[in-house]
């Protein structure tokens, strides 16, 4: 599985856009990028995943760059209760046996 | 429907014991995970089952973990003769579909395990 790099932790005001980098620039073709959120005390919740396009529901969006070494979760409105460890991972379709990694702990200030 | 559900929440057991964890996955999800989660760490995967095909049991740390999965629905963790490097939160995952791109993992709450 892909290396991921992601900074441990963010401050964004509540409100704004919350951009959240993560680089997994060993990532391999058939290899879809996975974007989780823990919320303190309970279980991961997936938010998003993405190949090659960009994509977009209700929750955030992910924007992957061309060459796919990196992408970007954005939260549009980030409120309190967005606040939570951001997991980013590469992985196939299907099974998927993988360590998530500390990812970023994003704290939304009022 | 309901969700991905582990019992018991907590469970407080002296070194030597032994404990078992229980998970109720999503029903009809064919694809099951256990994970540990020690405290302010990632997520460690420990063992994943696959409908009716063995379980891949790479992620266990040592032969006194061990899991099963009963009508490939419920699954039980057993942890025997407990230490206290075992004391961490057990999360259960469950998926619908394997072999597709377009697929989550949906957590349970977890089983807080301390062993004193």
């Known amino acids: 599985d892909a290396k991921t790099t992601q900074p441990p932790s963010m401050d964004c005001a509540e409100g704004r856009a919350a951009n959240l980098p993560c680089n997994h620039s060993?990532?391999?073709?058939?290899?879809?990028v996975y974007w989780y959120r823990q919320i303190h005390s309970q279980g991961p919740q997936y938010i998003i995943h993405g190949l090659k396009n960009n994509e977009t529901n209700e929750m955030a969006s992910l924007i992957i760059t061309e060459d796919r070494k990196s992408s970007t979760l954005i939260l549009p409105h980030a409120t309190l209760r967005d606040t939570a460890v951001y997991y980013c991972i590469p992985a196939r379709g299907g099974y998927q046996k993988v360590t998530f990694g500390t990812g970023t702990k994003l704290q939304v200030i009022p | 429907g309901a969700g991905v559900s582990q019992s018991p929440s907590n469970k407080v057991t002296e070194k030597g014991k032994d404990v078992e964890l229980r998970c109720d996955p999503i029903s009809g999800h064919t694809a099951l995970y256990w994970y540990r989660q020690s405290l302010g760490q990632g997520l460690e995967f420990l063992i994943y089952f696959q409908g009716n095909s063995a379980p891949d049991k790479s992620g266990l740390p040592s032969d006194r973990f061990s899991a099963e999965r009963t009508g490939g629905s419920v699954s039980t963790l057993t942890i025997q003769r407990t230490q206290q490097e075992d004391s961490a939160v057990y999360l259960c995952?469950?998926?619908?579909?394997?072999?597709?791109?377009?697929?989550?993992?949906?957590f349970g709450p977890g089983t807080r395990l301390t062993v004193t």
């Open positions: 060993t990532i391999s073709g058939n290899e879809y």
């Open positions: 995952a469950s998926s619908l579909i394997w072999g597709t791109p377009d697929y989550e993992q949906y």
